[in-house]
Each structure stands twice: as C-alpha cells, then as structure tokens.
C-alpha cells in the first residue's frame, strides 16, 4: 500500500504511452495516444461529443483499461502492451479521484458527510482521520454549512462541490474531471471553477475534460480531442489561435479569441485586453480629433434590428394575466405575473434556478392551473379542465432533457407514439412522421434506434415526437442544455426554421446570447417578473443592475459595448451580436477616421 | 408530482439520534410487537406515554411525524370504520338504518386505530432520527452471521441503502416522463385493463432506460470511490454500546414489563 500512496517524486501521476481502444461494435474511442500529466499540472482536455474525451477520463482514473499501450497511474505500472495489471489497477484506484457530469449519480447516501465519507471509509481509514478530511473537504468547496443536509434538498451547483469534496477526501494524486459542469445552470458552473482554482492554485493535480471553451482558459496546458486522437496540443493562447480548426472539430472559440479575430487585433483570449486595446487607440484619436467623434455620435444606424415577427402579428396566441402559483403551501413559486406572446414571435425566458421559470411554463402548457390570474392559450382560459385539454392540444411542451422520454425501437415509432394516441389515419401519421423528421433533419435515421443516436440528435429525435402533434406553440425548457456546440448550433438551426414556420416559440434560456436572438425577453427573479420587452429594452442600460440583482448578465456583446463606452468611445448603439458589434465598431472607426487595424474590412 | 417523504431524514441533537442504530431497531421492533398486543385502556395507556416520551425526547416536530405518516392516515380511517361497523359484541348504541353501532365495535375502533397509529408513529420516528447510512450500517452489522455462512449480508445492506437513496430521484423522473407523453396523448387512466396495460410502456420502458443510465453512472461512481463490498471497510460514525443503549434497553425492557403485567 505505501508505494501507492507516496509514489517516489521522478513518476508523473499519469503516463499513458501508445494507448488505444476498441469499443464493441469497432468504435476506436482511443487512438494511439501518448500523454504524460505532471504533478501539479491543470490539463484540459477539449472535444466534441464522441471524440474520446470521456473514454480517456476512464482511462486516466483507472476505470477502463487500454486494448493496446501502456499506462502508468500513480507510480504503478497498470498496464503494458495491453495486458492490465488488475491488483496494480486496485492499488493505482486509491490514489485516483473522479467527479463526472451527474452529481446524482455519484451519491450514494442521503447525508452529505456520510456521502463525503464514503471514499476514505472504503480506504479503510480510521475514523478520527476520516472526520478530519470530511470536516477539511467540506470547507475547500464552501461546503461546511451543510454537513448534516440532505443532497436531495442542495441545488444541482452544491450536489456537484459535494461530489468533489467527497473525491478530495480520497486525497487523490490526481482529480479527473469529466464535464462536471455541463448538467449545471451558469452560478453552478461558475462555483466549481472557483474551487477548480483554489485547487491549481494548492497544487493538486487536475484533469479537466469539457466543452466549454472558455473552461480552458486556465488550464497550463490544453488537449484537443476528435475522433480518439489528441489533435491539438498546447498552451491555452497557443490552441485557440487555431481558430478555424476548433470550428472544423465542432467546438467553438472563446468570444474575445473571435472577436479581436475578426476585428484583426493582436489575438487574444482576454476580454479585458480586447477593450484596452480598442478603447486606448479609439481615446487617443478622438482627443486629436473631436469634432470627428462629435459626427460619430449622430443617430446610429442600427444594424440588424428588423423585429418584423413581433410588429407583423398583433394576435397573442399565450396571454397571461396576474398569474400565481404555488406547490402545496410553500412560498410562490410565481407571484403576480402578466405578459402576451404575439402569434408566430419568439420568447425567450431568463432567471436563476428557483426563479419560478420552469413553473411557468408548466402553466403555459396547461399542466398546472394558477392559483390566481388567468392564462390564456390560443383563446383557452386553463382555468377549465376543458380549457387545459384544449391548451395541452395546441401547446407542445419539450420538457428538460426530452431524450428521457424516448422509448420505441426506432426513431419513426417513437416519432409516430403522439400522431397515433391523436387516433389520425395512418397516411396521416406517416406525413407527420416525414415531415417533423425531415425538419429537425433525422430522415435519415428513421429505422434506427432513438438510443443509438448522439446526444444532439437524441434531443432533436424528442424534439420531432413533439412536432409531429402539430402544435401551434412550442414551449421549450432549456433545450440546449448539456449539449455541446455542435448539438447546441444543430438545435439553434431548427428552432430558427420552426420560427419561420410560423411557430409560437417561447424556451427558458440560461444564455444571454440565445435570449438576445428573439422578439421578446421575459426576466424573473424570485418569481416575480423584473423586466419584459425586445432584447433592446430588457437588456438596457437602466435595467442592468436589476438584473444583476437576480443573477442575470446581458449578452457578451453589448458588455464589450458598454466597457467601450466607458472608455471614451461614442455610443455605440447596444450591439446585441457579434456581428452588430464587429459592424457598429468598424463604423465609428471609419467616420472617425481611426487609422487602426480593425477599420480594414476583411476577414468577416 | 409524485412526493415520497418516506425515508426522510431529519437532523436533530437529540438521544434518540444519538442512539446505536441497532439498538434503536431492536428497541423499536420489540415496542411495535408490544404496542399490538394492547388489548385494554390501562396498557394503551402506557403504549401512549412511552411513544409520546420517545417523540418529545427525538426533538423531531410533531408536524413533520404527520407529514410523514399522512398517506397512510386513509388506511387508517378505513380500518376504524371497519371496526365500527363489523364488530357486533356488546350493546346498541346507535342505529343508522340497517346498520347498528355496538359497544364493543365503537371500543374495538378506539383500540385498533390507536395501536394502528402508534405503530406508524414509531416506524416513522425510526425513519426520521435515522439516516440511511446508519441504517445500512447497522443491517450490515446484524447481517453479518449471514456473511459467515456464505451469504452477502453487507450487499444487502448496501442494496438497501441505494434504494433509499434513488427511490426520490427515479419518481421525479417518473413523473417528469408521465406529464412528458401524457402531452403527446399517452392516455393512462383511460379504457379496459389491456389498454391500460399496453399505454404504461411508453412510461416504463422510458424509466427502465433512465434507471440503466443512472445504474451505469452508479457503478462508475463506486468503482472511482473504492468500494469493493465490506472487507476492510472502516465507518466514519463509530457503532459503541455504552450508557444510552443500555438505558434504552431498559426502558423498553420496562415497556414489555408492564404491558403483560397489565394484561
């Protein structure tokens, strides 16, 4: 055991040399990898859904062994040419900590110090020493208030910190990661690379596989994963300049990479650098140069800003009026609430977990009635248990993570469950069937299993079972939720045809950049609504600190906007995207006459 | 939305917490063996007290005990009636029509409800003041002559303790897929047995794949964390006999006493 727990200094924690392997069926979720983790190193691992960063997390904490290389795990040698070592492996485990992405999954008892105790109880530790860890853990991810609470009653955030204490109690030479944050709303995520940090920055060793870019931006070095190979290796700066190759593997660039990018400044993965950079050269100019800026400030031409859906169509197809609602005699989980959604618009529903979002939209769809107020669905108050038949009929609701309630043999029978309980001719549910597939872009999968799908089309397979009950209204919550970038522009791609379609959309969105995309934001906070109107409005300035207030930002975009202004530029006319703020800057600096890089037009 | 409160745990500083688990069962099966051999005022009486004491010393809300026992309170109501209207000893008391109210059935009614009622009241005082590891802990303990003859006392024990774990998560999941393909016109409270039987799969088969994926995610979790069943298993909460145990011990031991000298 003593070898295990203090491997002598020359071994790196993990060496895994030439290792591939072979799922059944053939899949090579490994392919000849070489990797080599110091002690006290912050590794990132990058990779789109199925390009083998999960399987080399497995691999890394000793849970799957290699079909063929080598693998060293906390100075034991596990495995050579593919032929593992299992007491070696039982030996290396002890050393080797996990937390993946459901905190559910990962506890196992209904108190939270027992379930932190757990690991070192396994270790067969004595208990004065396993109180001492438990008591130390719970503390290192701000934990200790909580030890006698039941994991059921923490939030999703506190679950995940709890999962990791109880792996640090283990005192792992090595903490591996998987997506730990990819089931959790933007504070959870937040919260744990807070204590992602204090862990770099106390020297353990860390592992961290994700999706989210912007993750990645601390991490000492980054690994790019597809298709079982390490693609792209190196420094946070160094793998992000490949810009172009991260779009091709289906991730996505941090925003201040892609926006000094395609503003040519100097590359960046620094938000803060991006403004310095713009507001020093712009400040400088417009000092010289001031009846020049005074010209910028003219009325703005604002680019991109036809809302047509919303001033087209004046009918409201959802109206709620004064709505309440509480479960049983607890506090209201929605307090006095009054909006309409025009026919045909785009809704999007902001506010922090608990804020009375999911709620809503269990009224919209008719599932709940309120306790006060009315909510009217294409004409049918739910306040009637007609009026909610009719609201369910009209209404189509995508639950969080829909793929759960996939069941059938294949992706056209679990397509055609609703059409048929509808009691429609089977020509009919065959059209419908087509045609909801043909949408979400599954006609090609139809004889397959729903459960052989990756997890974006999974979500698009529920999608489409939804969509072929022909709804007029489509209520969504969060429905990119847990998907990665590519899964998450795949759904962004068919809520825009359905829009087009003449769909009434209205989706709980924890990200702002999606909500500043349609007609209508609604923003709660502690059930009650804080703010509603067009993107524009919602996210004005004279709104910025309410929404502060109940734990909303404003989209990435508009906050490089602001930050410019407050560094002397003119007003720059609330860019809501990318695009509007690379268009609106290129403008000023043009009539202002700036000689900088940016003002050349080019790769846009 | 499905609630489940049974198992709940409810953290408190009190003796009764504080208790060896498995004293606390042993004393607790006894009582409830007791308490349904009541048959007259003066043993009830005691029966009453001895809970009543056990649920003041727990320091656990009389409210929270109700909360947790309420979907068993319609049985309840049930079984007294029964006594109420069946039980035809003793005199009249009043006649509602064809049937008649006796002495014996109003008696028998008291008795049978007010056993019934304690007996749940101790079973849930079990549930509260116990979490389930302690709980787990102490089968495997009491399991273990099991483990010596072959037998997997501690993976029973540890089966047990997951299952109090994820019964909450899998009915929130369950009725999160119920709403889900109720929406797409999934009818489950409607036409004959066949039918019923044939629009519950979407449900369960969508369950089943979910308890799979958490079943994965479980086992990854244990393997991650060490567990390799209950050898060389240390436990962060000590099981000692000292004092209290032997105090409890006694207080029921007095319980049982004085019930058969009641008799």
């Given amino acids: ?67 063929e290389g080598a693998v060293e795990l906390a100075g034991e040698r596990v495995c050579a040419d593919g032929r593992p070592d299992l007491e070696a492996y039982r030996r290396a485990r002890r050393s080797l900590g996990l937390v993946f992405q459901n905190p559910d999954d990962q506890i196992v008892t209904s108190v939270v110090e027992d379930d932190v105790a757990f690991g070192p109880e396994n270790l067969g530790l004595p208990r004065e020493e396993i109180a001492a860890r438990v008591a130390r853990e ?97 420094t946070p700066g160094e793998v992000f300049s490949h810009g172009p190759e991260l779009s091709g593997l289906g991730l996505e660039v941090p925003f201040a990479a892609r926006l000094s990018e395609r ?26 140069d001031r009846p020049a800026a005074a010209a910028a400030q003219m009325p703005t031409d604002r680019p991109g800003l036809s809302r047509s859906a919303c001033e087209k169509k004046h009918v409201p197809n959802l109206r709620v009026e004064h709505a309440s609602f509480s479960y049983g005699r607890g506090t209201r989980a929605l307090d006095d609430i009054s909006f309409e959604v025009p026919a045909g618009s785009s809704t999007a529903v902001i506010g922090q977990t608990g804020s009375g979002k999911s709620t809503l939209l269990r009224l919209l769809c008719g599932l709940e009635r309120p306790d006060e107020g009315r909510v009217v669905v294409d004409g049918h108050d739910t306040s009637s248990r007609r009026g909610r038949r009719a609201a369910k009929r009209s209404v189509g609701y995508v639950m969080q ?148 207030e109940g734990g909303l930002g404003i989209p990435r975009s508009l906050r490089v906007a602001r930050e410019l202004e407050d560094h002397g530029w003119p007003p720059l006319g609330d860019p809501l995207t990318t695009d509007e703020l690379v268009a609106v800057i290129r403008a000023r600096a043009e009539r202002a006459k700036v000689p900088v890089p940016f003002a050349r037009e080019g790769k846009c | 939305m499905l609630r489940i409160t049974v198992g709940q745990y409810y953290a408190a500083p009190s003796p009764i917490h504080r208790l060896d688990a498995r004293v606390k069962l042993v004393c607790a099966l006894a009582a409830l063996v007791a308490i349904f051999c009541v048959s007259n005022a003066a043993q009830l ?47 009249v008391v009043a006649t509602l029509g064809p049937v008649s109210i006796t002495s014996g059935g109003v008696a028998a009614a ?65 009725s999160a897929i119920i709403d889900a393909q109720s929406l797409r016109g999934g009818a489950f409270d409607e036409g004959g047995p066949v039918q019923r039987v044939r629009s519950i799969v979407p449900v369960v088969v969508a369950l089943l794949a979910s308890g799979l994926r958490h079943a994965d995610g479980l086992s990854r979790a244990l393997d ?40």
């Fill in chain 1, 1 to 67: 055991m003593a070898p295990a727990e203090h491997p002598p200094i020359e071994h790196p924690p993990v060496r895994l040399s030439h290792v591939t392997l072979v799922y059944d069926g053939g899949v090579r979720a490994l392919d000849d990898v070489s990797l080599e983790v110091a002690r006290g190193e912050r590794v990132c691992v990058l990779g789109a859904n199925g390009s083998g960063k999960s399987t080399l997390a497995s691999v890394i904490c000793g849970l799957l062994a290699p079909d």
């Fill in chain 1, 138 to 234: 719970l503390r290192r991810v701000a934990m200790e208030g909580y030890a006698g609470a039941d994991p059921a009653r923490l939030s999703g955030g506190q679950r995940q910190r709890v999962c990791i204490a109880g792996a640090l109690a283990m005192e792992p030479a090595v903490l591996v990661l998987d997506e730990p944050g990819s089931l959790l709303d933007v504070r959870g995520r937040a919260a744990i690379l807070r204590v992602m940090g204090r862990l770099a920055a106390a020297g353990t060793t860390l592992v961290h596989v994700t999706h989210f870019m912007e993750e990645a931006l601390e991490a000492d070095r980054v690994l790019v994963m597809d298709h079982g190979r390490i693609v792209l290796e190196g």
């Fill in chain 1, 263 to 288: 503003l040519g400044l100097p590359w960046t993965c620094d938000e803060q650098d991006v403004v310095r950079k713009l507001g020093t050269c712009f400040f400088s100019q417009a000092e010289r």
């Fill in chain 1, 401 to 548: 993570h829909p793929e759960r309630q996939l069941f059938a043999e294949t992706v056209e029978k679990d397509v055609a469950f609703g059409p048929q309980n509808l009691k429609l001719p089977a020509a009919e549910v065959e059209r419908r069937v087509s045609r909801a597939l043909e949408t979400v872009g599954l006609a090609d999968r139809r004889k397959d299993s729903p459960f052989t799908l990756s997890g974006g089309q999974r979500r698009l397979c529920a999608l489409a079972g939804i969509l072929a009950m022909g709804p007029r209204i489509l209520v969504l919550d969060e429905p990119a939720a847990g998907l990665d970038p590519r899964g998450r522009a795949m759904l962004r791609r068919v809520l825009a045809r359905l829009s087009k379609q003449g769909i009434t959309l209205v989706q709980v969105t924890h990200s702002m950049e999606d909500a500043a995309r349609a007609d209508r934001v609604v923003a709660l906070d502690q059930s009650r609504l804080v703010a509603i109107g067009t993107p524009r409005e919602v996210f004005s300035r004279g709104n910025e600190r309410r929404l502060r």
């Fill in chain 2, 45 to 91: 009486g005691i029966a009453v007290a001895f809970v009543a004491a056990t649920l003041l010393l727990s320091r656990v809300p009389a409210g929270r005990v109700l909360a947790s026992v309420r979907p068993l309170l319609v049985f309840l109501a049930v079984l007294s009636l029964f006594n109420l209207f069946f039980v035809r000893t003793g005199d």
């Fill in chain 2, 110 to 174: 008291a008795l049978y409800t007010a056993r019934f009622a304690l007996a749940l009241v101790t079973g849930s005082l079990i549930m509260l003041t116990t979490t389930p590891t302690q709980l787990s802990d102490a089968f495997d303990r009491m399991l273990s002559p099991l483990s010596r003859v072959g037998l997997p006392g501690h993976e029973i024990a540890m089966v047990f303790s997951l299952m109090m774990r994820f019964v909450p998560t899998l009915a929130d999941e369950a």
């Fill in chain 2, 224 to 263: 991650a964390r060490c567990y390799e069943g209950g050898e060389g298993r240390t436990h962060l909460h000590e099981q000692r006999l000292g004092r209290r145990e032997l105090v409890a011990g006694l207080l029921t031991a007095a319980l049982l006493v004085a019930l058969v000298l009641l008799a």
